[in-house]
């Protein structure tokens, strides 16, 4: 099967400010998403690579830098990227004692990811991490079952951070929810919209969704 049928098309990104109160909500997205993909064994160490790059630019380049989280899959990686603005300020590996306060957050990195570069650009750099998706995974996700995929695309059209969410940065966790919940409201909506369009039962749709995701999401269960 080809992966475009069941792996979003786009990267996922979400523009927060650098901030140590933003961090629980970074790890809350990203958790979700991973869980989507059927990635939860690399939910722990993803979470703490995000924590760590975070904490970087928040004590390298500063507290409230514009950044922005971006997950990809590409071939048998998942990659996680934070974006800011500094492209002086470069993350290096250090060594330090186990009962050190801090100069640990790349070690980190370095020891539960697979690999981990920084790349520049004119304006701004990207620290990067991946990590490999075992074959289990990949014989998984090769079902036909596009539609987490699917559904992620569409959603991005209704919900994705708007031109000022870089100022706004994602606020709360709760935040984040609600506007996520809202989009998905708001796709259903304008699917009932259409189904009554064409003359078809409301009710009748609904009972038979709700049937199809039942029968789809038990047969995954182990």
């Not at 990659?79 to 800011?84: A, C, F, L, Q």
Request: proline share 5%; aromatic share 8%; glycine share 6%.
């Amino acid at each position: 099967m080809n992966d475009a049928l069941w792996r979003p098309t786009q990267p996922w990104r979400l523009p927060f400010l650098a901030e140590a109160r933003q961090v629980w909500a970074l790890r809350r997205a990203l958790r979700i998403h991973l869980e989507f993909w059927g990635l939860h064994e690399l939910t722990d160490a993803a979470e703490l690579c995000v924590t760590e790059l975070v904490a970087n630019v928040i004590k390298h380049v500063g507290p409230d830098t514009p950044s922005t989280l971006v997950v990809s899959l590409g071939g048998s990686h998942l990659r996680i990227e934070v974006r800011d603005p500094d492209a002086r300020a470069l993350p290096t590996l250090m060594r330090a004692s186990l009962d050190a306060e801090s100069g640990r957050g790349m070690a980190l990195v370095d020891a539960v990811s697979d690999r981990w570069g920084v790349e520049l650009a004119g304006d701004h750099k990207v620290t990067w991490c991946e990590f490999r998706m075992d074959g289990a995974w990949t014989a998984r996700q090769r079902m036909p079952m596009p539609r987490l995929a699917r559904a992620v695309d569409v959603l991005s059209l209704y919900g994705g951070p708007g031109p000022t969410a870089t100022q706004q940065s994602v606020d709360h966790g709760r935040l984040a929810a609600v506007m996520e919940e809202e989009a998905a409201i708001n796709a259903i909506t304008d699917l009932l919209f259409w189904v009554r369009a064409q003359g078809w039962d409301i009710d009748d749709a609904l009972d038979r969704a709700q049937s199809h995701f039942e029968a789809e999401y038990e047969a995954r269960l182990p």
